[in-house]
Structures are given as structure tokens and as C-alpha cells.
């Protein structure tokens, strides 16, 4: 139905020409799958980082007593932060503040301090994720872990953490997909990915195309990790559906 | 005998709620002690400060005459010398029968993992568990759980046993296998302290039983005579509620 009031509409063929055209599609394909190699590179090395750093600020946040209070108000001030400031503005203040700076021995690629800005937010993101999990195990196992003699970092380590993190996986790839995306962001302070690739394309041939492709691209990378996802959720299912039963 | 655990003047407090009114109390090694009383008069919160899982707000705790509640005391080292179990088991649902066995031994005692599970198969062979060594705790059922965090806490090699409603959470029918195991424990002249509503449990493996209410010992004797000839009039009225519901 859509399909056909946008193909019967009196601005298609000029669209279909602009947006659909074959031979620039498969002229700018390679060119532009080159460049995506760089938001592949972005989001495995910021997913990496972010796997661990997420991590710590959760377990600071859920470090219990007073006496942990300074930690958990740090871990508390830098999710609100991260998460309530706009992605492209960290990148914006990273990419183009910190280089600037000219302090000797840091990088000044403002590419690297992209990356930087992006695992600041996404680890804000996961943070909150690994939270819920380590909430959601409850308060018993930690006493069974305790009352064997195991220090709190022991049951951390083998008890609360190994339950929680296999919990919060799906919700942890969702935001996973979301940091792929927001790769192209990267762009807007000057490396040529692949969404910067097809920008330079589009400005030499009036040709929208190119942006097309790039669509597919990150489409082409997100039904994977999306799809692991379902699977693992509805894994998750009918094992506790199998646990249930006597 | 020489005396195992003391407790003095224990008090709790659950914010405005006094829980333990002041406990006194002494086991000798090899002696099996079994708290009785309503929910809710203490019982549970008393094996939970026995075993530090929650802090105290006055009285002393003393193992073997080494004083548990003193400050800057090793908290992880104590508890390693006193085993409890749970009423809902708590096994780590994430490791198979044996890592849950070997999990205590290896991390806190420093065990070698092949040392840590021979012991683990010894304590399994011994109860009967010795197939569901690599099964998950969600394919066993209530009473296999159960052995299993007793084997659990057996493998740390405990000075003291501290049981608290074990078998609270099992169907009637699963209760025997549990019980059997306990009495088992107490024959080969294992220190427990015991919390449960199996009151013809306690009457036959008890050494001495504590009826516990509104967060005090009120009364403690042989079992023969708590049960059989108790002084005081809330022992008579809360043993006459248990035999009207049919569990003496």
C-alpha cells in the first residue's frame, strides 16, 4: 500500500533517479565498504573498552555501606552525566577540545578522542545494563558466597557477577547496536568513515545513492548481532522454563 | 566437653525492632542444640549472627574462646570455621553439584582443585549424591538441593553447623531424605545448631532445646523434659498449637 502511493507519487522518477540509480550504487559500493572498515574498527575497539570500564562503574555503584559513599556518588554523577548530555556533543567537546589543548604525550588525533567520547557515553549506557543484573541476583547467594568464608570480591567475582552478566546480555547487544550506529558520528569531526565516504560522494554527483548504500551497510551488520540477540533471549526462556518444571 | 561456642548478651535490633533481646547461650563440642519458637521470635537471626552475616549491636560471640565479635577481627577467616545452611538452600544456580562443593574450599582455604574434589566426591559418595556431581541445581529436586548445600557447607570442614529450617522449604515428602542426613551428622558427633519446626526431630536428636520467644531464651532443657514437662506457660501454649496442627 505505501509502497504504491510512493511509486505512483509525482515526485518518484526524480527520486528513483537521485536516491535508486544501479550503476552508482555498485560504483560507490566498494569505496564506501572500505571506509565502513573504520566504524567496524571504532565500535570493536570502543565495545572492547567498554565491556570492562562498564563494569567497574556498576560494581562501584553497587558497592554497599558508607563507607563506599564517595564511590558510589562518582559512579552515580558520571552515568547522569554521560547519559544526559547528547552523543554528538561529547564528541564535539572531545574530538575538537582535547587535542587543542596541546598537552604533551597525549594523542591528538581528534579519531582517537572520538572513540573516547563514544566509550564515555556507551560505558554510562552498560553501566546501567550490568547494574539491573547485578541487582536482580538476589542478596542470599552473596550471604551462601560469604558464609563460606569467600571475601566480597571472591563473590563478586564467582557468584553475583557470573549471574548477572549472563542475565543482562540481550539488553548489553541492544546497546551494542545502538553504539554501531552511533559510529557515524564519528564523521562529523572529520575522519572519513563510511557515512563521511558517501557524504564526499553525494557532494560530487548530486547523487543520493551513495547514503543508500551506506544504509545497507550498517543494516547488513546489525541483523547478526540482532539476531544473537533474539536467540539468546528465547535461549534464555526455555531454559527457565525447563528449570521450572519438576 | 569442652565448650565450642558462647554466646553473651547477644542483642539485634531491625531498626526499631528489637529481634534478639539479649541471648545467652553455650554449646560443648559434639552437642546438638535445636532453637524452637514461633517464626518470627528470632531464630533465624540468631544463626545469622552466629555465622556474622549480620552485624551485632551489643553482647559477644566467642569460638572455641576466640572471640568472633572483637573489632578488626578476619571476618572470611571465622566464617570459614562455622558452616550454615539455608532454609532455601541457595546453591549458585550458574555451577554444576561439584563446582558449588568445591567453590569454598579452592577460593577461601586455598585447596588445590584436585585436593578440593576428592574431598567433594567423598562428601557426595558418602551421602548419596555421588551421580548428580555435574548436574545443575535446577534438575535436582528440593531434598537433593538441600544435601548438596549441606555437603557444601560440610566441605569447608566446620568446627560448628549452624541449620536454619532446612527442610522449611521441602515438600513432607522430601523432608526424611534431609532429616536422615542430619541425624547421620549428629551420630558422628558433628556441633550443630538448629533452628526448626520438625519438632519429633528435635526431640530425638537434641541434646538440649532452646524456646525461643519475642527474641529471648525463655526456656531450655533435655528434650525429654522441654517437650514432655515444660515450665514455663508459653513453652505449654506454643508446644499444644504445634500438636493441634499435627506436627508432634
Redesign the interface.
Known sequence: MIAVVVVSSPGWPEVKRAFFDPDRFTGSFPDLARAFLLNVRIFLIAEAIILVTALVVAVMRSLPGPVFFPLRALGVAYADFFRGVPTILVIYLFGFGVPALGIAGIPRSPLVWAVVALVLVYTAYVSEVYRAGIESVHPSQEAAARSLGLTRFQALRHVVLPQAVRRVVPPLLNDFIGLQKDTALVALIGPVEAFRQSQIKVAATFNFTPYLATALLFILLTIPLARLTDWLVARDRRRQLAGRSP | MSELLRIEGLRKSFGREEVLRGIDLALAEHEVVCLIGASGSGKSTLL?CV?L?EPIDEGRIFLKGEELTARGVDV??L??R???V?Q?F?????MSVLRNVT??PT???GLPRKAAEERADELLARFGLADKRDEYP??L?GGQQQRVAIV??LA?RPELLLLDEVTSALDPELVGEVLALIRELAQGGMTMLIATHEMSFARETADRVCFLDGGAILEEGPPDRIFSAPTEARTRRFLQRIVAAGRL
Request: glycine residues 8%; aromatic residues 8%.
Open positions: 545469622r555465622n552475616l572470611n577467616r566464617r570459614r562455622v558452616g550454615i539455608f532455601a541457595n546453591l549458585f544456580p550458574h567453590l569454598g577460593k577461601a582455604l535446577d534438575r529436586s557444601r557447607a569447608m
